[in-house]
């Protein structure tokens, strides 16, 4: 199944993913320009801040196009709406989205290195929705992400890891989809890292928090996943803060 990238046409769904599943695909491409790789700043603009940027320490929100806000606004993407929540509070904390289209936990594996050429405080990792929907071997997805969080340790050894758990339709067995939903919990306890218990919780098969795809949350669908996100990230930096 693929899905083309952020702000480009994007293909038809197939009558396997129906409005009211748990997950949707998170976008496909067949070439990721240099450009879409790039991570970006979401915090809102400079003025509304309470630090200098340098001084800042940095959140990165490393997913697909969930992460990356397809079909919206830069601006409307939830880890924008979590910077804004964080410059509300003064916290001294800059969101960096580096959100791909498209992206599995291999494409993941693959870009990592590059994308942790900064020190990092807390990394978010939202993955694995796309390897579930093609019924990629978990084997494999279990070891992407273990890999991801390795580089991430080894490049930030202090770092904060916050795992994004997915859930997926049934449409690859009952077997296949209550492992892949568990998998996530595994990894954070085996990494000790903060799980997100399901990142799209109040927002999965709410027809009118997606776009027309049923795919994509609209703005008022991020929100809910913003607020989600919030409710265990903001724990997590006030900690941090002490």
């Keep these: ?63 697909n196009s969930l992460t990356a806000g397809y079909g919206v606004e830069p601006s409307q993407a939830f880890p924008a709406l979590i910077g804004q929540k964080i410059d509300s509070l003064g916290l001294n904390y800059q969101v960096v989205n580096a959100g791909l289209s498209g992206e599995t936990t291999a494409g993941g594996k693959s870009r990592i290195g590059w994308v942790m050429r900064q020190p990092v405080s807390v990394f978010v990792l939202e993955l694995g929705g796309n390897d579930g929907l093609r019924g990629l071997p978990l084997s494999s997805t279990r070891q992407n992400l273990q890999a991801i969080m390795d580089t991430v340790r080894r490049k930030s050894p202090d770092a904060t890891i916050v795992l994004a758990g997915m859930q997926i339709p049934p449409n690859m067995g009952a077997d296949y989809t209550r492992e892949f939903r568990d998998l996530f919990k595994e990894l954070a306890d085996k990494n000790k890292a903060v799980l997100i218990p399901f990142l799209l919780e109040g927002v999965g098969g709410v027809p009118k928090l997606n776009q027309p795809d049923g795919i994509h949350p609209t703005p008022a669908g991020h929100k809910i996943v913003a607020n989600t996100v919030w409710g265990i990230l903001e724990p997590v930096l006030r900690k941090e803060a002490q």
Excluded: E, H
Aim: aromatic share 6%.
């Design 1 to 63: 199944m693929k899905f083309l990238r952020t702000r480009q046409t994007l293909a038809s769904v197939t009558s396997g993913l129906i409005l009211g599943v748990a997950v949707w695909g998170c976008g496909s491409s067949d070439k990721k320009d240099d450009a879409a790789t790039a991570p970006t700043t979401a915090n809102a603009p400079a003025a509304t801040t309470a630090a200098a940027p340098s001084a800042r320490r940095v959140i990165l929100f490393y997913g």
